[in-house]
């Protein structure tokens, strides 16, 4: 855990730059203050506030929190609105020839699309949608390159309150079809390809895999032509084009109430299956785009750029709902940050004169390691706010990216939230909180975040704990898709007085600081995306030539966690060449199973894995093995103690 002490250590504290925050929105620590007073005095009240003062309703709401039914909290309870109305219709007055989305290809080819372009665009694939009979609280699931067509996808769903459920590009074929009948989706929204540094990724024939391997809810797939390459199969799939071409230019929004789900996206957690997380309409968008407007004090004449793509929560929050409901500009990239070379995202600051940059702790320490001279060549002086997702950051790589990225001048957001969460939940206001490098610093106004022992009693500074939220929020998860009993068993454990259960454990400095130590779960985070070992256990023992497997996470200098396997095959170990081509043939097996991010990046083989005596898998001790540790301390209750050499490789 070097991260980890190194960040006990950390005693540097960079205050506001006064440049900064003379032009912020929150430009002061007495300001942030009041925010806090302002919620801690009258909860309700606070929120009612932003809601009014971020999101357009088209029926005002009477209840902001109903708390009768807890944990299924609902907010903003007789209001009604549309998503797309919020990041499209009400700019249109004054913003329609503003720029909403630079989009650069992998290929550097770039793409401006208007506010009101993009209004026609999601009008028209609102119409086709119709057309093909999706209609409110229908399932829509998105499999897309991160092209501006994913986000109108989006949209076009949200107008007309069909529920879409956006699966990363990078998921593969089973993954992809699991998610889908999960939703019980009738629509699959896709391309015939997308591009990745140089590579083609055969989204369309992912779909059809899927489909094939069973997905009888499946009617239609829509397929955008981004590679002009698709091959159509005659009842099922039609073209972008076609379904959009000469629709109405117009289609009345369908106002749905805050409570309607806005989306589904899946997540991995302890056990084999992800869950689908279930966000309402109302309460995501106001913390969406309070916190762009906060956080990143994203203003008019930004240019913003968050590198996640749409398949993760980021993309939902912090690319298409968020930064359109403020209104701004923003830049949307295709590809990867190594291609064609590592400073493509330095070299694109500069081309699009970016002015707030969001990106991921593993891509800073990837970057980083290529030396200062990279972004040297690029002109980074538009840059004037940094913000960081997904991972503890180091604070060598928050230094480099202060030092080097933001020369020194700005401020850093280091952001903690989770899918679940919906939005920011501790950051930095940067034009207010002195920031620490390592730590997401203080919970934002409005949210109620505690470090609890496993009886839920708050625990005092410097001690390890688990962090908790402990009141409601706007954007917080509704329910898991199909599962509520599994919502209320990982989220509001009976032993925690009703207080929303991260998944992290924590520790608050002598000011109040939030340091976060990692997953208490069996939850990895692997370049900042959450992966479950058991899910790629179940990947594993998939095959028909493995009987048991365990898999642990070791730390790793650029991915923050690599996957590590522990494999028992049936029949002899493999040894040698014939271990190798297991690994080889197994990492390609988890690769279709669930996606490349997944692979383990070790496989070990052993007789048997550590166990307890009562078949328990010792993963503890499987961890240190990981790292090349024997276990020191007890391994009394371990059943067969041998098996820890074999599996080291001694
Ligand atoms: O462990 C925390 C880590 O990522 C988890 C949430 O993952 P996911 O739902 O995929 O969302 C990622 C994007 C919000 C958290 O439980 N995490 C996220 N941001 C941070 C973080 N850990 C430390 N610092 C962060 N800023």
């Known amino acids: 855990m070097n991260n980890l002490e190194s960040i006990l250590t950390e005693n540097r504290v960079f205050p506001p730059n006064p440049a900064f925050a003379a032009k912020a929105r929150i430009g002061s620590r007495a300001a942030y203050d009041a925010l806090v007073a302002e919620a801690n005095s009258d909860y309700e009240g606070f929120w ?206 369908v106002m749905v109430d805050a409570e309607h789900p806005l989306f589904l996206l899946y997540t991995s957690g302890s056990t084999g299956k992800p869950k689908g997380v279930q966000h309402a309409t109302g309460g995501f968008l106001v913390n969406a785009a309070m916190t762009n407007a906060w956080v990143f004090d994203l203003n008019d004449d930004d240019v913003y750029w968050c590198t996640a793509d749409v398949g993760w929560i980021t993309g939902h929050s912090y690319v298409t709902y968020g930064p359109m409901a403020l209104g701004v500009t923003q830049v949307m990239f295709e590809g990867i940050p190594s291609y064609p070379d590592g400073g493509r995202f330095w070299q694109m600051i500069e081309r699009h004169k970016v002015s707030v940059f969001y990106t991921a702790p593993t891509a800073i320490r990837a970057l980083m390691k290529l030396g200062d001279e990279v972004p040297a060549k690029s002109d980074l002086s538009s840059l004037r706010l940094l913000g960081t997702v997904g991972e503890p950051i180091n604070p060598e790589a928050w230094m480099w990216y202060h030092r080097v990225i933001g020369g020194e001048r700005c401020p850093i957001a280091d952001t903690w939230w989770q899918t679940e969460t919906g939005a920011h939940m501790i950051a930095p206001l940067p034009g207010a909180i002195a920031t620490k490098p390592g730590s997401c610093t203080l919970p934002l106004p409005g949210i109620m975040a505690a470090i609890v022992n496993d009886e839920g009693e708050l625990i005092g500074p410097n001690q390890g704990g688990n962090l908790v939220i402990t009141r ?106 014939a271990a190798e081509a297991m690994v080889k043939t197994l990492r390609d097996w988890v690769a279709e199973q669930i996606g490349p991010i997944a692979k383990p990046d070790e496989i070990r083989f052993g007789d048997n894995l550590p166990k307890t005596r009562s078949g328990k898998i010792m993963r503890r001790l499987l961890r240190g093995i990981a790292k090349g540790e024997l276990p020191e301390g007890d391994v009394s209750t371990l059943e067969n103690p041998a098996i820890l050499e074999q599996l080291l490789g001694k």
């Open 48 to 253: 009612a506030r932003l809601a009014r003062e971020f999101v357009t309703w088209d029926t005002p709401f009477s209840t902001v929190l109903d708390e009768s039914n807890a944990p299924h909290y609902r907010w903003f309870t007789e209001g009604k609105l549309n998503a797309s109305v919020n990041c499209i219709d009400r700019h249109l007055p004054t913003k329609a020839s503003k720029i909403a989305i630079i989009a650069e290809a992998d290929d550097g080819s770039v793409r401006e699309i208007t506010y009101q372009q993009l209004h026609d665009q999601v009008v028209a694939l609102a119409n086709g949608l119709k057309s093909l009979g999706i209609t409110q609280g229908d399932r829509v699931v998105i499999y897309m390159p991160m092209i501006p067509e994913a986000s109108i996808a989006m949209l076009a769903c949200a107008r007309i309150g069909a529920i879409h459920s956006v699966v990363f590009g990078g998921f593969s074929a089973e993954a992809l079809r699991d998610r889908i009948n999960d939703t019980g989706a009738r629509l699959v929204i896709t391309a015939d390809g997308g591009m990745r540094g140089g590579r083609m990724v055969p989204l369309k024939a992912a779909v059809d895999k899927a489909i094939e391997n069973g997905c009888p809810n499946i009617e239609q797939v829509v397929v955008f032509e981004r590679l002009g390459n698709a091959t159509l199969m005659a009842e099922r799939d039609i073209t972008w084009s076609a379904l959009t071409a000469g629709q109405p230019t117009t289609c009345p929004p």
């Open 472 to 577: 409601p929020w706007p954007s917080m998860i509704r329910t898991i898709w199909g599962d509520d009993a599994r919502f209320q068993r990982s989220y509001f454990p009976e032993k925690l007085k009703g207080y929303y259960l991260a998944g992290d454990s924590a520790r608050r400095d002598n000011e109040g600081y939030f340091w976060i130590m990692g997953r208490i779960d069996d939850v990895l985070n692997v370049s900042g995306h959450r992966l479950g070992t058991m899910e790629i256990e179940s990947a594993l023992v998939a095959h028909p030539l493995v009987a048991e497997a365990a898999v642990v996470g070791k730390p790793h200098e650029i991915k923050g966690e690599s996957i590590v396997a522990f494999v028992v095959c049936k029949g002899d170990r493999p040894e040698g060449v």
